[in-house]
């Protein structure tokens, strides 16, 4: 079944044009990785699947619900479609714990101890069980981003974006949340898609590729195609010949 389906969607920002007739279709449980050069439109792809940013024209069906059309309610959408931020995008006057168990209390109603409990496993799980009371400002960027990744999966989502979630970080502290990163897409079942500049993350996580450049899908192919085949694309060829020696 799709989780996430664009079907001939166009988007603008004032006259410009930043998503040039999006077909692309992503199932539930894949992990799809969204890559390109910078200003190519893979944010503003990733922010029209959970109606952060409306489309102009054309369907976007996430999780059953047409984005496409102006009625339709985005917290619905929201409730199982996460977010993970380049700027982590934390509550920055509660506690680690706190930011996690916020959206389970007010949206999901979840039992107290039980959120606690969920909460707590999930920071064991992103190494940082022992920052539970600290406050955002005294953690590390790696840090925070663990802890949004946490935010994220508390809700229980069917489908997590993420859109460059290392790029506002040190170097040393990429690894760290990647390896969360891998670790969830490796474990659940869960749908990812995840915008980044990370290709060796990509090529180790990713099930598939989509490359996008001046706001037009270009390629979408196997991970294993795309980088270890040749790209019928040229565009998306020059790109990988540039970054080649990177990965
Ligand atoms: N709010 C906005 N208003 C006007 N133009 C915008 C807005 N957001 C993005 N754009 C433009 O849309 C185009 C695509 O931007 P987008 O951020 O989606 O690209 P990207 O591929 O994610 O780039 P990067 O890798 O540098 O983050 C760019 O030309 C950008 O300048």
Same mark, same amino acid.
């Given at each position: 079944?799709?989780?996430?389906?664009?079907?001939?969607?166009?988007?603008?920002?004032?006259?410009?044009? %930043?998503?040039?007739?999006?077909?692309?279709?992503?199932?539930?449980?894949?992990?799809?990785?969204?890559?390109?050069?910078?200003?190519?439109?893979?944010?503003? *792809?990733?922010?029209?699947?959970?109606?952060?940013?409306?489309?102009?024209?054309?369907?976007?069906?996430?999780?059953?619900?047409?984005?496409?059309?102006?009625?339709?309610?985005?917290?619905?959408?929201?409730?199982?479609?996460?977010?993970?931020?380049?700027?982590?995008?934390?509550?920055?006057?509660?506690?680690?714990?706190?930011?996690?168990?916020?959206?389970?209390?007010?949206?999901?109603?979840?039992?107290?101890?039980?959120?606690?409990?969920?909460?707590?496993?999930? *920071?064991?799980?992103?190494?940082?069980?022992?920052? $539970?009371?600290?406050?955002?400002?005294?953690?590390?960027?790696?840090?925070?981003?663990?802890? $949004?990744?946490? @935010?994220?999966?508390?809700?229980?989502?069917?489908?997590?974006?993420?859109?460059?979630?290392?790029?506002?970080?040190?170097?040393? /502290?990429?690894?760290?949340?990647?390896?969360?990163?891998?670790?969830? $897409?490796? @474990?659940?079942?869960?749908? /990812? *898609?995840?915008?980044?500049?990370? /290709?060796?993350? %990509?090529?180790?996580?990713?099930?598939?590729?989509?490359? /996008? %450049?001046?706001? @037009?899908?270009?390629?979408?192919?196997?991970?294993?195609?795309?980088?270890?085949?040749?790209?019928?694309?040229?565009? %998306? @060829?020059?790109?990988?010949?540039?970054?080649?020696?990177?990965?």
């Amino acid at each position: 079944m799709a989780m996430i389906e664009f079907k001939n969607v166009q988007k603008y920002y004032g006259d410009f044009h %930043a998503l040039k007739d999006i077909n692309l279709k992503i199932d539930a449980g894949e992990t799809v990785v969204l890559i390109g050069p910078s200003g190519s439109g893979k944010s503003s *792809l990733i922010r029209t699947v959970n109606g952060l940013d409306p489309i102009r024209s054309g369907q976007l069906i996430v999780n059953g619900f047409d984005l496409g059309d102006k009625k339709t309610d985005v917290n619905k959408i929201r409730k199982d479609v996460g977010m993970v931020f380049q700027h982590f995008n934390l509550y920055n006057n509660k506690d680690v714990l706190e930011n996690i168990m916020l959206a389970p209390r007010v949206v999901l109603k979840r039992p107290e101890e039980e959120n606690k409990k969920l909460a707590m496993d999930l *920071l064991e799980q992103v190494g940082l069980a022992d920052k $539970a009371h600290n406050m955002p400002a005294q953690l590390s960027g790696g840090q925070k981003q663990r802890v $949004a990744i946490a @935010r994220s999966l508390a809700m229980k989502p069917k489908c997590l974006l993420f859109d460059e979630p290392t790029s506002a970080l040190d170097p040393e /502290m990429i690894d760290d949340v990647l390896d969360v990163m891998k670790e969830i $897409a490796h @474990r659940s079942d869960m749908t /990812m *898609l995840v915008v980044t500049h990370e /290709m060796g993350f %990509a090529k180790a996580v990713g099930d598939r590729v989509i490359f /996008m %450049a001046d706001g @037009r899908i270009l390629e979408d192919d196997s991970t294993e195609n795309f980088f270890d085949g040749e790209p019928s694309n040229e565009r %998306a @060829r020059q790109f990988l010949s540039k970054i080649n020696g990177h990965i």
